[in-house]
């Protein structure tokens, strides 16, 4: 199967900046889309930013401008820089990836979530 490690989450003042990083691992084929889904209490999940296998992107309109989401397709990971954090940041941030995989008896297409990475933004 697949597996996703999340790190780079934290405490962070407001106008301060983190990296999250997301690897995954396991009897991987490829690896299609790939992104970051942000949940804050009591709110829905919702789509913060999203990278093809091509390298296109999108992002949410409230991050527009202060996060930039890259991917290294050779380490299987997809990053999120995030710059100029405000409170409403706050969040349990999750990665997502698309991926074709082994599963035995056969490769499958497969969307995998990780664990969660918590970014909290307060002074």
């Known amino acids: 199967q697949v597996q996703l490690v999340e790190s780079g989450g934290g405490l962070v003042q407001p106008g301060g900046s983190l990296r999250l990083s997301c690897a995954a691992s396991?009897?991987?084929?490829?690896?299609?889309?790939m992104g970051w889904y942000r949940q804050a209490p009591g709110k829905q999940r919702e789509l913060v930013a999203a990278?093809?296998?091509?390298?296109?992107?999108n992002y949410a309109d409230s991050v527009k401008g202060r996060f930039t989401i890259s991917r290294d397709n050779a380490k299987y990971t997809v990053y999120l820089q995030m710059n100029s954090l405000k409170p409403e940041d706050t969040a349990v941030y999750y990665c997502?990836?698309?991926?074709?995989?082994?599963?035995?008896?056969?490769?499958?297409?497969?969307?995998?979530w990780g664990q969660g990475t918590l970014v909290t933004v307060s002074s």
């Open positions: 396991g009897s991987i084929a490829s690896i299609h889309a």
């Open positions: 997502n990836v698309g991926t074709t995989a082994w599963v035995a008896p056969t490769y499958r297409n497969l969307e995998v």
């Open positions: 990278i093809t296998s091509g390298g296109s992107t």
